[in-house]
């Protein structure tokens, strides 16, 4: 509840458009990325059309948005 009520102050002061800046830059830091290119990536492989997610994929359980993809079994805790 406190953390939903300092994004709601911070969006208030801000606007979306420094929350946006200031979350890409966080992305940033760390080289995670929203909209990673799986199949263009070194880092990412596939063994027998099985992928196996880099730490900047959204599909990789390190990832802090992570989400399961819906094709392949997922590895996460979830």
Do not use: T
Not at 48 to 67: A, F, K, N
């Amino acid at each position: 509840m406190w953390a939903q009520f300092q994004i709601r102050q911070y969006l208030d002061m801000n606007g979306l458009d420094g929350v946006m800046d200031r979350w890409g830059k966080y992305l940033d830091r760390y080289g995670w990325e929203v909209d990673h290119d799986v199949l263009g990536c070194r880092d990412c492989w596939s063994d027998h059309g099985v992928l196996e997610y880099c730490h900047r994929s959204i599909y990789s359980p390190s990832h802090p948005l992570h989400l399961c993809p819906d094709y392949s079994d997922c590895s996460c805790d979830s």
